[in-house]
């Protein structure tokens, strides 16, 4: 896989932490495919419940993407794996392991599927 193309998933990615930041729920939606599966500690979301929790303003204050990886699924599909340490407004930062599958629908990338994993620092037992 070429540069560009990691950049733009990467770029594509940081636009979904973007709308968040900034509490545009139609910019989330606009990242987000129709059939979006989101895999959080608090249970699974789609699409709509994914742009919903902007309904009272931005749900992150500040993000920082660290450590991550780029790999290809197979044709107009990727996955993009990274560490984000972010703060929520009212909580103390967290940093979480997010693994984000996305897709290419009709030349744009949209992504498909988000799995957050707190990073707890405790060893896989």
């Known amino acids: 896989m070429d540069e560009a193309t990691k950049n733009a998933i990467r770029g594509a990615e ?8 900034r509490g545009d729920a139609a910019a989330d939606q606009a990242m987000l495919s129709r059939d979006f599966l989101g895999v959080y500690p608090d249970g699974f979301a789609g699409r709509e419940a994914h742009a919903e929790q902007l309904s009272f303003g931005p749900s992150v204050l500040a993000y920082e993407i660290g450590e ?26 967290e940093t979480m392991l997010v693994s984000s599958i996305w897709r290419i629908e009709n030349g744009h990338l949209v992504n498909i599927f ?12």
């Open 114 to 125: 988000s799995q957050d994993t707190p990073l707890t620092g405790q060893q896989v037992p």
């Open 14 to 21: 940081r636009a979904v932490w973007e709308a968040l930041r």
């Open 68 to 93: 991550d990886h780029v790999r290809s699924l197979g044709p107009g599909h990727f996955l993009y794996a990274y560490q984000v340490r972010y703060a929520r407004p009212g909580h103390t930062p």
